[in-house]
Nanobody
Framework: QVQLVESGGGLVQPGGSLRLSCVASGRTFSRYAMGWFRQAPGKEREFVAA????????RYADSVKGRFTLSRENAKNTVALQMDSLQPEDTAVYYC?????????????????WGQGTQVTVSS
């Protein structure tokens, strides 16, 4: 069974940085794309970023391009989301995800395995 465990959330001031990590288990990590989504209070869950199985391809939501960087370390079954220049509108629960039935990046919500989420709060 695939398990995803996020860490690294917290409270940060506007303009600050946080680094989220996700450790995966239950299948061959290096074969599958990985992604991050977020859900703010009262809003739908949305795509943030994704990375291909080998790490050569990354995709970002327009709202985070140039501020967030996604990387992976296949030897450690880990993906990391470096978030810089954080703004109050980045406040949300952030979820790690990986497609259930395909190796490639999936930006939609369906057909994903999900972590439990980690809270990111950007406030002064």
């Amino acid at each position: 069974q695939v398990q995803l465990v996020e860490s690294g959330g917290g409270l940060v001031q506007p303009g600050g940085s946080l680094r989220l990590s996700c450790v995966a288990s239950g299948r061959t990590f290096s074969r599958y794309a990985m992604g991050w989504f977020r859900q703010a209070p009262g809003k739908e869950r949305e795509f943030v970023a994704a990375i291909s199985s080998g790490g050569s391809v990354t995709r970002y939501a327009d709202s985070v391009k140039g501020r967030f960087t996604l990387s992976r370390e296949n030897a450690k079954n880990t993906v990391a989301l470096q978030m810089d220049s954080l703004q109050p509108e980045d406040t949300a629960v952030y979820y790690c995800a990986t497609p259930q039935r395909t190796y490639t990046i999936v930006e939609g919500l369906g057909g994903q395995y999900w972590g439990q989420g980690t809270q990111v709060t950007v406030s002064s």
